[in-house]
């Protein structure tokens, strides 16, 4: 399509200009339509009593993909190229003629910036409608006026809290109350007559800032009301970010603050000016390899089998009325699913059940469910303590603890009661998917659904074959988790998989760093000053400690049975210590690496310096965050070798969004494609980790082999497509 064919120009008897461009998105041909269709409305405005603004699809619509917006090249032509896309906007703000964007779909970033640079904006309160600023969650910043205009509408501290910093993408009566839009509508054509009417009523509008009177709502900077509210702004970030390098947050606040200062000409052309520095960051490129390129293909499930038909779930049994049971409950029922939530007593899934009560009453109030949509939502649960209750269910999800013998038992009795062509899938996070399969006759429909907790919150489902999974059982599971709005990647069998195997390697880490003798409270500062969204001592608590020696415990024996040797982690002495000796376990039973009062934590435990630290010794700091971040890297690696992924999109994606790797880095592979130097430097680095702190830390020799070849961890792993 033409940028000629994307714009339509049509003429109501009033005078009013419906404008028709695309789908709003300011790159490529949709960005020269939108020139051409403001330069005609300049050259026209006389004989024009205002303009409608509306999309060829959904009006100001779309998720926009603005990767084409990123050029590649220097600072100067980045710089020119912000300034030349958001040139147009400026001029359709002083038309001098009334302009209103009709927003009947979604309008996200550089989607919102056009309609923030009209007049009034009326949006159609639809489903799957999202209104937001989200850059600065993919490491971005709004730089098409979005952070210029937000501030003179919503003043200072509200734009940068409510819209800039968080990037929350709004339902549109969230989006009123924030004041992103003027009005609501309930269908396409009332919206328009509303947009026709306001036109008429305000003859010759001009934007408030362009007025000499105006003045940023609440002032600007140097207002005495603001000198003692908006410097909370600068710790509340550094506690959002806990000293990990994400440039673009600390680029909005600078961005807002200094355009607040000076007129709106000058605030557009600092929003290019640091834009620029942005884009030029390596951490730009790493969070957009990894949310606008590796995460879509992720989500649209590049990784299922082709050839199979769409499938669509009806009824599942889900077995475990724990918090990981419940909540997986509760995405199914939300998805429109019947759910079965069956446990060892009535008493207990009805608890489970209660779960999805209190979520439900916390979305009505929140305004993302209407009550009705929330009572039908807690019908669709029914509690469950026999088998039985769930007959001719076609998905099948257990999620009860961690114990081979126990699911075993379940598959085993449930499988003639399911449908004959249910998909048979478990939860566990570690336990090797195609031993837990040997108690069923249909192995080909058995197949690993691992959430994480809690479910509500965390995107990703890990989606494990094992060794007689069919393809068609996995494109089913595919579009299940799709179904249910989970993010899927897909991962071959091994204990602990992908994350679970992964993350440990993390946490231990940490560990050995304590059994050093380095300093506690250093540690975990390290690990949040990484990026990590919680310290590896507390999450360690969370998680209990018993957990992760069960998991060495089993992963230790299983080796010794396959002939192998155990080689001793450093971190395991202190684990047994910890347990055995001094009877700490975690949060749950009231003291692990921190001390716990009424439930809250208290302060790392005095003990650990006491029994473990030895005074004045320490390491580089950054040699203990690259440790934790290298030990993570060459697992990863080692996942590939073994063909336990089977990608780098899902490898980067499922590091961030399932076990917590810094959003920074791009993930896991990504991380070692842009450290300085490339895979060569990464390789030479771990080489320099294994003499100081273990051979853990030695490249894997397909990593050496890539580096060699100079390349890079591309959509696919087999080596002879690893080039650059």
Known sequence: MTSDAMARWDRKPTGIVILTVGDLVQSGDSADAMAQAVDRLCA??????????????????????????????????????????????????????????AISGAALGGCLE???????????????????????????????????????????????????????RYRPPQA????LVDELAETEAEMLTAAEAWILAHPNFAQPWDRPDYQIPGGGP???????????????????????????????????????????????????????????DPVTENMTQAFLLDKPKVEAGDSRPPGFAPHTARRVLVLGAGMMGAGIAYACARAGLDVVLADFSLENAQRGKDHSVDLVSQAVSRGQLTREQGEALLCRIQPADQLAAGADADLVIEAVY??????????????????????????????????????????????????????????????????RTSDATLA???????????????????????????????????????????????????????????????????????????????????TVAAGGTWTEHGSEPVLDRLIDEYGRKGRSSGGGFYDYVDGKRAGLWPGLREHFTKPGHAIPFEDMKERML?????????CLDEGVLR?????????ILGIGFPAWTGGVLQYINTYPGGPVGFAARAHQLAKDYGPRFEPPRSLIELAGSAGYYGDYLARAERTP
């Open 44 to 101: 026209e405005a006389d004989s024009i009593t205002g303009v409608i603004l509306t999309s060829g699809t959904s009006g100001v619509s779309a998720d926009c993909d603005i990767s084409p917006l990123l050029p590649p090249g220097d600072a100067a032509a980045v710089f020119a190229h912000a300034e030349q896309r958001k040139a147009p906007l400026r001029r359709l703000e002083q038309l001098g003629r009334p302009v209103v964007a």
């Open 114 to 168: 056009i309609a923030l640079a009209c007049h009034h904006r009326i949006a159609l309160d639809a489903a799957g409608s999202l209104i937001g600023l989200p850059e600065a969650t993919f490491g971005l910043i709004p730089a098409g006026g979005g952070i210029t205009r937000t501030v003179r509408m919503l003043g200072l501290e509200k734009a940068l809290a409510d819209v800039l910093l968080s990037g929350i």
């Open 176 to 179: 009123l109350a924030v004041g």
């Open 222 to 280: 140097g207002t005495p009301a603001l000198e003692a509210t908006l410097p909370t702004l600068v710790p509340g970030l550094r506690k959002r970010t806990k000293g990990a390098n994400y440039p673009a947050l600390t680029a909005i606040l600078a961005t807002a603050v200094e355009g607040a200062h000076v007129d709106v000409d000058t605030a557009l052309r600092l929003e290019s000016r640091h834009f620029t520095s942005v884009v030029l």
């Open 402 to 467: 961690e114990d081979s013998g126990l699911k075993q038992r379940l598959f085993g009795e449930l499988e003639a009661l399911v449908a004959a062509d249910a998909v048979l899938a478990t939860n566990t996070s570690t336990l090797p998917i195609t031993g837990l399969a040997a108690s069923v006759r249909h192995q080909e429909a058995f197949i690993g659904m691992h959430f994480f907790s809690p479910v509500h919150k965390i995107a990703l489902l890990e989606i494990v074959v094992g060794e």
């Open 476 to 558: 089913r599971a595919v579009d299940i988790a799709r179904q249910i709005g989970k993010t899927p990647i897909v991962v071959n069998d091994s204990r602990g998989f992908f994350t679970s195997r992964v993350i440990s390697k993390f946490l231990d880490e940490a560990i050995a760093m304590v059994a050093e003798g380095l300093d506690p409270s250093s540690i975990e500062q390290a690990g949040l000053q990484t990026g990590y969204p919680a310290a590896p001592l507390q999450l360690l608590d969370e998680l209990t400690l018993t957990l992760p020696r069960k998991i060495r415990d089993e992963a230790k024996a299983a």
């Open 630 to 638: 290298f030990a993570e890297s060459i697992d990863t690696v080692r």
């Open 647 to 655: 990608s780098a999109p899902e490898a980067n994606i499922g590091s």
